[in-house]
């Protein structure tokens, strides 16, 4: 281990020099921070440079033993009120400020604690870890290959189009619908706490207690101009999910335009935004009316939530189509008029209002029928139809050319699906969630959105909710073998594997003794901790 490079956690074969990083093996890290080589929960981690800081504590690259790999953790240590001599690792609290660190404290673990639940969503990144120690906890993050998002635009001139962005953004969209379904919001989604994986995702970082992410706290508010909403400028401003919304309709247009909209805390309520007309010409009609009203500064004028946000991105052509149907019609019976004979005197009122009364319920007539035939789900559902009787593939209409139906994905492969996807497909799927089904094998689609059967504008994005199988999962057989493959084994099985070292007199130093807590056959929810025991040798006397 005396070999690992602090910078990035990488073997440097003990240079002065990283030849990775390029990071001095003789910088010292300074108080109130860890010390490099700090080893934290029986030495399985062992902490490497501060990456960042904020108001709420310290981020380190850091390696796990257990895992053999890189990790990030994040420690609380509140600016103002704690900190740390040089000569001890353990918080301390500044004198008449325990109360305040108990509660900021708490909701430190709570708010970690409800993201870690949701390690399931591939836009934010997996918690491995949770613990408590030297007066203070830590989060244990992957590490993962990336580069920021403004470098990805960078590289791309400075914005892209809608065509690139919708990809990118509408996983994040359904992943922060369900972010604040579970009562945990982010509330700084800006370009600057976005980054572009290595597989072209994008994923959100810059988690963060509320309590600095808006004025009037205890704190001293970390807000990002342009992106944050107008009511974090406010004292005590409430933060909703359509705060988010705010914050990620401005990273979009951020994206899509190149610049970013003015800071909230100078818009006015009735302030419209500025689209370059050469950008504004580029743009579908639909997202230019989402970025407006994601935008709004008035809090309940705005888009509430993620899946109104959603809709308004994918549009309603269907919905569009029947209004521009209407207005065919109704310029139809403009002409008939303007050569219509003029009215004869002497005809009764009632004829020609029973006439204009017949008038309007052919027009309804007209645009009720076109209405059933571009939602056939109504019919579906109007005969007791289930989803599996529904269209089947994706059609395209005959009435309108640009228009297909959604097609029955439920039971189908993703990973089959998403390898026939190319840019001249009529849809997109996208992943959005998975979730442990008993009666669904894994990789099966089991949700999707919009349903099978609704009519859609060519290029329309279905999300779907893929299988990740049963809640309950097997542990597969591990004594005797190395921890490497052992990690491997229950990471296939959707464990998350922890390691203690023991001595022991029959099982080869660096070996596997058995699991702690359970036994090879046992059965575990998915995404357990799994702590295992590692040889360390016979027992010196």
């Known amino acids: 281990m005396t070999q690992l490079c602090y910078g990035c956690m990488k ?68 600016a103002g009120i704690g900190g740390r001599s040089k000569s001890r690792n353990t918080v301390i609290v500044k004198s008449d400020y325990d109360k305040q660190y108990t509660q900021l404290h708490e909701d430190f ?91 072209g995702k994008l994923r959100l970082k810059g988690f963060a207690i509320a309590d600095i992410r808006r004025s009037g706290g205890f704190f001293e508010p970390e807000l990002i101009s342009g992106c944050s909403a107008p009511e974090q400028y406010r004292e005590n401003g409430v933060l909703t999910e359509a705060t988010d919304v705010y914050g990620l309709t401005a990273t979009l247009f951020y994206a899509l335009t190149g610049n970013m909209p003015e800071s909230a805390n100078t ?113 579906s559902k109007m005969l007791g139809n289930t989803e599996e009787e529904q269209v089947s593939g994706s059609e395209t209409s005959d009435d309108n050319p640009y228009l297909i139906k959604i097609p029955n994905l439920i039971g189908q492969n993703y990973e089959d699906i998403a390898a026939m996807q190319n840019e001249d497909s009529n849809y997109i799927v996208i992943k959005a969630n998975e979730e442990t089904f008993d009666d669904h094998k894994e990789g099966t689609i089991v949700k999707q959105s919009p349903v099978a059967g609704v009519s859609a504008e060519k290029g329309v994005t279905v999300v779907v909710t893929v299988s990740m199988g049963s809640p309950q999962r097997e542990l597969p057989a591990i004594s005797g073998q190395t921890l490497e493959a052992a990690v491997e084994a229950l990471g296939q099985q959707g464990f998350i594997a922890s390691g203690t070292y023991v001595a022991s007199d029959t099982v080869e130093e660096g070996k596997v003794i058995g699991y702690e807590n359970y036994n090879a056959g046992d059965k575990a929810p998915y995404g357990s901790k799994i702590i295992i025991s590692i040889s360390q040798g016979p027992e010196e006397n």
């Not at 080589?37 to 440079?49: A, S």
């Not at 009122?349 to 309007?360: N, S």
């Not at 009720?368 to 019919?379: A, M, S």
């Open 267 to 379: 818009r006015k309520p009735e302030g419209k935004l500025s689209i370059p007309t050469a950008v504004f010409k580029k743009l579908p009609p639909h997202i230019v009316s989402a970025l407006s009203k994601g935008l709004q500064v008035s809090t309940s004028e705005r888009i509430q939530t993620f899946e109104e946000l959603r809709t308004q991105l994918s549009a309603a052509p269907a919905v569009k189509a029947i209004q521009n149907e209407a207005n065919r019609n109704e310029m139809k019976k403009q002409t008939v008029q303007r050569y219509a004979p003029k009215r004869r005197e002497g005809v009764p009122g009632y004829v020609w209002g029973i006439t204009g009364v017949l008038a309007i319920m052919l027009i309804f007539l007209v645009v009720g029928t076109y209405w059933i035939q571009t939602n056939p789900e109504f019919i």
């Open 11 to 78: 073997e440097n074969n003990g240079e002065q020099t990283c030849p990775h990083c390029g990071f001095d093996k003789n910088y010292e890290q300074t108080v109130p921070y860890l010390p490099l080589g700090t080893k934290l929960q029986n030495e399985n981690y062992i902490i490497g440079k501060k990456m960042a800081s904020n108001a709420e504590g310290a981020k380190y690259i850091a390696y796990s033993n257990t895992m053999h790999s890189p990790v990030i953790i994040s420690e609380f240590m509140p």
């Open 109 to 199: 673990l709570k708010y970690y604690r409800n993201i870690a639940r949701l390690r399931d969503l591939k836009t934010i990144t997996p918690i491995f870890d949770i613990f408590s120690e030297n007066n203070t906890s830590y989060v244990v993050e992957e590490a993962y290959e990336s580069i920021p998002f403004t470098e990805y635009l960078e590289r791309r001139g400075g914005s892209i189009e809608w065509s690139v962005a919708r990809p990118l953004f509408m996983p994040l969209v359904s992943a922060m619908s369900s972010l604040h379904e579970a009562e945990t919001g982010h509330y700084a989604i800006s370009p600057s706490n976005l980054v572009v994986t290595a597989d």
